[in-house]
């Protein structure tokens, strides 16, 4: 099936520290999200770009939308203790090239850990 | 305004047995989803509707069956439970732009099922 390559899987950060992560397909998308789960919980909308060279801010977080429409990224600048979580990226295939409407694919999330 | 809900919270099954999740939300919302969450998979979706009264296949819909009688809510059964079906159950909802396309997906805290 059509998939989303997400990286990294996982990462541990201080805080104050910047972090990046990002999502990659070899398939066109026309809308990038990002959410973030905490533990027990559903999946939270942080980010949604809707537009090829987007770059969305919300707070500490920035994502931008790929120019070639394949890939994403998120930023969380002067992270802290609360963002630790798991994020993840969800795209939606235009209907032209065999997307279901509204059906989102999403990566398998990046784990953000604090360094022990 | 609760957004979307689920009940119940957690459930253990004995394999064969069946029941029913219920999904809610009260934001007049067209598309409703299921999906399930597994270790490292990330999210699946299971069945997907359009509109009440509508429902279709997604990507992981075998041992599953869906039912939107009321836009407000949509209920997935398991008929017949078996232990591969132990996951985490997560509905969303999503509603629709001014060109009728489904907008980004707003989810529910999540059912936790343990089929034994």
């Known amino acids: 099936g059509q998939q989303l390559n997400q990286s990294p899987q996982s990462m541990f950060i201080q805080e104050g520290e910047d972090v990046s992560m990002n999502c990659t397909s070899s398939?066109?998308?026309?809308?990038w999200l990002w959410y973030k789960q905490d533990p027990g919980e559903g999946p939270v909308l942080l980010i949604a770009?809707?537009?090829?060279?987007e770059l969305t801010s919300n707070g500490r977080l920035t994502a931008q939308f790929g120019i070639t429409r394949k890939d994403s990224f998120l930023n969380i600048s002067a992270s802290i203790p609360s963002d630790v979580g798991i994020y993840f990226c969800?795209?939606?295939?235009?209907?032209?090239?065999?997307?279901?409407?509204?059906?989102?694919?999403f990566g398998k999330g990046t784990k953000l850990s604090v360094k022990p | 305004n609760a957004g979307v809900t689920q009940t119940p919270k957690f459930r253990v099954l004995k394999t064969g047995q069946s029941m029913t999740l219920l999904c809610a939300q009260d934001?007049?919302?067209?598309?409703m989803y299921w999906y399930r969450q597994d270790p490292g998979m990330g999210l699946r979706l299971i069945h997907y509707?359009?509109?009440?009264?509508?429902?279709a296949k997604g990507e992981v819909p075998d041992g599953y069956n869906v039912s939107r009688l009321k836009k407000q809510n949509f209920l997935l059964g398991l008929e017949s439970a078996a232990p591969s079906q132990t996951s985490v159950y997560f509905c969303?909802?999503?509603?629709?732009?001014?060109?009728?396309?489904?907008?980004?997906?707003?989810f529910g805290p999540g059912t936790r099922l343990t089929v034994l």
């Open positions: 398939s066109i998308f026309n809308t």
């Open positions: 770009l809707y537009k090829a060279g």
């Open positions: 934001m007049n919302h067209e598309y």
């Open positions: 969303a909802s999503s509603g629709l732009n001014l060109a009728a396309l489904p907008v980004t997906q707003y």
């Open positions: 969800a795209g939606q295939r235009p209907l032209i090239y065999g997307g279901s409407q509204g059906n989102l694919i």
């Open positions: 509707s359009v509109g009440e009264g509508t429902t």
